[in-house]
């Protein structure tokens, strides 16, 4: 009797013993959510600043006539090359040919006058301020005759620059004023890039910087750099002008299109990044992921401060550590301490 009654208690001693050992470890229920995980690490990655902006030439300039008169030829038209010194346009010279054809005759006249007076006055036969007179004479009337021939050859205009033609503001026949805008030429074989970059990333640039160009159009990239960086804020945006500079080989790039900029810091930071399907966002507005406790089997909520996209994953500012598991898929199914599997 006694050996029996000995023998329930080492029983019953030992199922109490399995009870509270299988009670220590975490059970995986039919009901536990099947989960993707993955470990959380660091990745280094160039960060960039993308910014939209306008195509502008190199070199831009504004050309007019610099007397007045009346348009008889016109050589180039809207989008052809144009060399530097090449003929632009012309302007009918009569006027300025007969202007100077008479300070020619005035200046010929003056100066055999000048000549007479002056034989005389080295034989001592002409006072001083005679001859200073006519000397005078001389020198105003050859003045007169290179303004005239300026103005005369002021009726022809030529490219000061290489580049194409963007504006024919004037045809044939029509009657222009001085310094009147009327065509626009630029230099394209270097191109300039303006675009606006917010205040928060001004910090971030300065001139020198590498930058990236891709123009929709036009399937290549273009590598250039910051050359210039604005002083002071636009004050609708409260951005700052930026220009970037690349070669145009080819001439593919026109002014006026549009460009996308990407510019990239100097050094390369070292981020943690996690997948962006695996960050989650409450009714308050709260990011958050879940970590895997591979252990206990559970997914615990935690919240956390993501930053920018950086190659399809998220940056985290804060909230979570190198090496923890995040979960990354089945994550919609699940609340703070979920029972889970993770999936092999």
Known sequence: MIRKTLSLILIFSFAATGCQTRRSQPEVTDSAAIVI????????????????????????VRLGFMVAGKIDYIAVNEGQMVKKGELIASLDP????????????????????????????DGNSLSESDFSKITYGLQQAKAQQKLHTKNLAETKLYSPIEGVMLKKLAETGEITGVGMPLFVISDIRKIKVNAFIPESELQKIKPGQKAEVQVSSIPQKYEGGIIEVGSAADAASRSFSIKVEINNPGL??????IAEVRIFPETENAALTV??????HDYNGQSYVFIADSIKNLAFRRDVSPGKIINGNIKIISGLSEGELIVTGGQQKLVDRSAIRISK
């Open 275 to 280: 997948p962006a399907g695996s960050v989650l």
């Open 37 to 60: 995980t993955e470990k959380i690490k660091k990745v280094t990655s160039s960060e960039y600043i993308s910014l939209s902006g306008n195509i502008e030439g190199y070199k831009t």
């Open 252 to 257: 593919l790039i026109r002014p006026g299109m």
């Open 94 to 121: 009569a006027s300025y040919s007969i202007a100077k054809e008479m300070a020619d005759i005035q200046v010929a006249q003056v100066e055999d006058e000048y000549n007479r007076l002056k034989i005389m006055h």
